[in-house]
């Protein structure tokens, strides 16, 4: 058990002996609080490390939107995230790790506007990480009415700052996309690429992966970033926490059209 969590015996025995409602409400308030901490903390150590073969490892910083108490994903939906990224950047010796998590205003649960894509991440933005939020809804901002599933957003006073958003509708794969617009990819033609987002079915999305051009593109704008300080390399091993234990989730394999990233 983390330190810092109250058992409920405890809060319960406390509440009975001090008799007082006071005390039982406040001592609800901490292991409320308790739990949202080791929550937050879920995002961390549920997801996997870098792998150890990776020579760049690079931490993300999530945000993600919690709303009427709890969160708009699960640990374990970001852990399938980190883990197709980590495999679709392995060709470029790039690895991704969550190294910290943070709660998102229920105020960005639906993101509906460019204006509501730069506020998201305006104030949280710092360099040396990938910044990744998690919302319950990403408009298109193209098509009144539609949605997406993820985006690489520059903030438009400043382009330089920039960050992925994911919604809370994305598969597996829509975090390797939109980092892969990170590393300096457009949308491809290439039938067998990740950023192809034509509809077709071969190959299916899950054997998507990055043609060699684009690997090449990757290298080249992985070394830049670390150059200028975009990205800063983080320790593999500094992992906090011991190698996830949660199940795979199966790609999604519904149709392009479904599953198609942003
Ligand atoms: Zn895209």
Redesign the pocket.
């Known amino acids: 058990m983390p330190s810092g969590i109250v058992p409920s015996w405890i809060v319960m025995a406390a509440s009975m002996w001090m008799g007082g409602p006071t005390l039982g409400a406040m001592q609800t308030a901490t292991l409320i609080e308790a739990r949202q901490r080791l929550g937050r903390d879920a995002f961390v150590v549920e997801s996997p490390p870098c792998p150890t073969q990776a020579r760049w490892c690079f931490e993300l910083a999530l945000h993600v939107v919690e709303e009427d108490g709890a969160d708009v994903q699960t640990p374990q939906w970001v852990a399938d995230q980190v883990r197709e990224a980590n495999r679709l950047f392995a060709p470029i010796d790039v690895g991704f790790r969550v190294g910290s998590a943070k709660v998102v205003d229920a105020r960005f649960a639906s993101v509906e506007t460019r204006l509501d894509r730069d506020l998201l991440g305006r104030d949280e933005h710092s360099l040396g990480v990938v910044h990744v939020f998690v919302v319950r809804r990403l408009a298109d901002v193209d098509v009144p009415g539609e949605v997406i599933r993820?985006?690489?957003w520059r903030d438009r006073v400043q382009t330089s700052r920039r960050w992925v958003i994911l919604s809370s509708i994305a598969s597996s794969l829509v975090l390797a996309?939109?980092l892969?617009?990170f590393f300096g990819l457009p949308?491809s033609k290439h039938r067998k690429s990740l950023?192809n987002?034509s509809p077709h079915l071969d190959p299916p999305w899950h054997l998507r992966t990055f043609p060699e051009e684009e690997l090449a593109i990757m290298r080249r704008r992985r070394d830049a970033m670390v150059e200028d300080g975009t990205l800063v390399k983080a320790n593999v091993n500094a992992k906090p926490a011991a190698p996830p234990t949660l199940p795979v989730t199966p790609v999604d394999p519904r149709s392009p059209a479904d599953a198609a990233?942003?």
Do not use: A, L, Q, S
Request: proline share 8%.
């Open positions: 993820g985006v690489h996309h939109e892969g617009h949308h950023m987002k990233p942003g």
